[in-house]
């Protein structure tokens, strides 16, 4: 699938969205390439494999190119031994936007290991300037702070700069 996703991201709070999850998966990924804003990502979310490739993010990182594929499970075990820098691990939630009359939800990751602490959810839009409603369990917007990708959160995962 490809397409240009559009989203914005949020520190959250506190664990107050977890009791309005309607799912919850473990999900691995790890990066097989990241240079100049593009990245080959593998994951593992519910025992199936994933390809990614992602673009460059373009209008202050709201949006970027993103394809995907499900590849066989084993397959993606095996690209595991090309990832640098490790793997994220995380659970992460879907949370229903408010009424939920687009059928939106937010998705909220939750990181352990060296990222332990760290909560952010975004939210997928049709376009940059849409509206939807905000949870008062999310906080600051981290839209485009390149920390958060979760490329970077490899190199310098969250327990080396969270307080400073």
């Known amino acids: 699938m490809q397409h240009i996703e559009t989203e914005?991201?949020?520190?959250?709070?506190?664990?107050?969205?977890?009791?309005?999850?309607?799912?919850?998966?473990r999900i691995r990924q790890g990066y097989i390439a990241h240079e100049g804003g593009n990245t080959v990502r593998v994951r593992i979310r519910d025992g199936?494999?994933?390809?990614?490739?992602?673009?460059?993010?373009?209008?202050?990182?709201?949006s970027r190119f993103e394809w995907e594929k499900q590849i066989p499970l084993a397959d993606a075990e095996a690209l595991f031994l090309l990832c640098h820098g490790g793997a994220i691990d995380k659970t992460?939630?879907?949370?229903p936007e408010g009424v939920n009359p687009a059928g939106r939800f937010f998705e909220v990751d939750e990181f352990y290991g060296d990222n332990e602490g760290l909560v952010m959810a975004e939210i997928e839009l049709d376009a940059p300037d849409e509206a939807?409603?905000?949870?008062?369990?999310?906080?600051?917007?981290?839209?485009?702070d390149r920390r958060y990708y979760n490329s970077h959160l490899l190199k310098n995962p969250f327990k080396d700069w969270r307080n400073r």
């Open 132 to 144: 939807f409603q905000k949870p008062d369990w999310l906080g600051e917007e981290v839209t485009g």
């Open 8 to 25: 914005r991201k949020f520190l959250v709070r506190d664990s107050r969205f977890k009791a309005l999850a309607v799912k919850a998966c």
């Open 92 to 95: 992460r939630y879907l949370v």
């Open 48 to 62: 199936e494999g994933f390809l990614t490739i992602k673009g460059p993010s373009l209008d202050g990182g709201l």
